[in-house]
């Protein structure tokens, strides 16, 4: 049984308040916000309002972990004791900006927490830990397959102390946001390494550096996902000063590593949430619709979809929440199996549940009347975000052998 710290029952408490009082009663006004906005990727007036109520209720960054409990008001969480907060945030596909909790900012700060200089963190981490601004991880790129992460094709030069940094990325999430000042760039400082995880650097490129073209808003599944919204970036002869290199020259594969496996957790945890959601507001569904006769409700197949997918987000919610434990037990790089294991499963099988949920509200369910299909595009991107799935698959099979080989005999 899942055993919650006090601090979390606390938060979990109050957060609830807060979706039912605050989050849930402004969907509808949001999304006519978003409809009527002259640009759809600047900051919404209602989002602003409910971030300050959230600070005022305490319920501000509460991803901050414990390790670095020193930048937050409430201690720092646990992996475990946040997966209760994500998820009941990820019910809402828009509520974690609300709490100062949502990707990329996340993983970004997290970052800048374990990698920056004192230099850094106050120029950017600070602003970010007050909301105050926003920012993007730039890794992937259009011409090479970034699923290999030593692809990357982004130059990256030291001149003097300046680097200089050439090359396209793409689908940055967060990019298009006006909001957003600064860019964490990986890029290949030193390709004749034979080492090839020591060529790459990550690099602090503000939005604003010249040379810096963001080329256009991306779109997946047909969604902008405004205001956050995703882009493509051409960096031309940009020059940043050498203090904004992270952590050192060579460092880039190791930075990136660490960033992307929290990432990888917080995404499944509000997927949970949102299958939660989907399998619920299905369920009153099918018991107002008719078909010949009978409410759907009462349709055999109608049920076993239901069945099917509660028992499919039992099993995604306790493996996220054993996955957590591991990882605050052991760290994220033992528990690197887990990870794989849970980036691999969850987001697929919210998909599926999505899917079913979206055929039992019929043609409602394809519409933005409901939240299903927007759902269903966020699921179907988390399966390439962070790394697609056939390359967790094969990592993940190649750590089992390893480790069961020698039992096998």
Not at 9 to 35: C, G, K, S, W, Y
Not at 46 to 55: D, G, N, P, Y
Not at 365 to 394: I, K, T
Request: hydrophobic content about 40%; aromatic content about 8%; charged content about 25%.
């Amino acid at each position: 049984m899942v055993k919650y710290s006090p601090k979390s029952i606390d938060l979990q408490q109050r957060l609830q308040v807060f979706m039912d009082a605050e989050i849930h009663p402004n969907e509808a006004t949001r999304a006519a916000q978003l409809a009527a906005a002259e640009d759809r990727f600047a900051p919404l007036p209602l989002v602003e309002e409910l971030k300050a109520k959230a600070k005022a209720a305490g319920l501000w960054n509460l991803f901050i972990p414990e390790s670095h409990a020193g930048y937050s008001d409430h201690g720092g969480l646990s992996n475990l004791d946040y997966y209760a907060l994500a998820e009941t945030m990820g019910r809402v596909l828009w509520a974690a900006e609300v709490f100062n909790c949502s990707a990329p900012d996340t993983g970004n700060m997290e970052v800048l927490m374990n990698f920056a200089t004192p230099a850094q963190q106050k120029q950017w981490l600070e602003p970010l830990l007050a909301g105050e601004i926003r920012s993007s991880y730039a890794m992937t790129e259009p011409q090479v397959a970034s699923s290999d992460a030593t692809n990357i094709e982004l130059s990256l030069r030291r001149d003097g102390d300046e680097w200089v940094i050439d090359g396209r990325k793409w689908f940055i999430t967060g990019a298009m946001n006006t909001r957003c000042k600064i860019f964490i760039v990986m890029g290949k400082s030193d390709p004749d390494n034979p080492d090839r995880h020591k060529q790459q650097t990550q690099i602090l490129v503000p939005r604003d550096a010249p040379g810096v073209e963001v080329v256009r808003a991306l779109t997946t599944l047909g969604y902008d996902d405004a205001p956050l919204g995703h882009a493509e970036l051409r960096f031309d002869g940009v020059r940043v000063p050498a203090e904004n290199v992270l952590a050192g020259p060579g460092r880039g594969f190791e930075i990136a590593q660490s960033r992307l496996g929290p990432g990888r957790m917080h995404h499944c945890m509000r997927l949970v949430g949102a299958a939660q959601r989907a399998l619920e507001i299905t369920c009153a569904r099918v018991q107002t619709r008719s078909t010949f006769g009978r409410r759907l409700a009462q349709h055999q197949s109608v049920r076993e979809d239901i069945a099917r997918s509660f028992s499919e987000i039992e099993m995604a919610r306790l493996l996220v929440q054993r996955t957590c434990a591991r990882m605050d037990e052991v760290g994220a790089q033992a528990a690197r199996d887990l990870i794989a294991a849970s980036k691999t499963s969850v987001p697929p099988m919210v998909q599926a549940i999505l899917d079913r949920c979206m055929q039992m509200h019929g043609a409602a369910g394809l519409s933005g009347d409901f939240f299903l299909a927007e759902a269903f595009n966020y699921a179907r991107w988390c399966r390439q975000a962070d790394g697609p799935e056939q390359v967790h698959w094969m990592a993940l099979g190649k750590q089992l052998i390893e480790r069961y080989a020698g039992d096998a005999g």
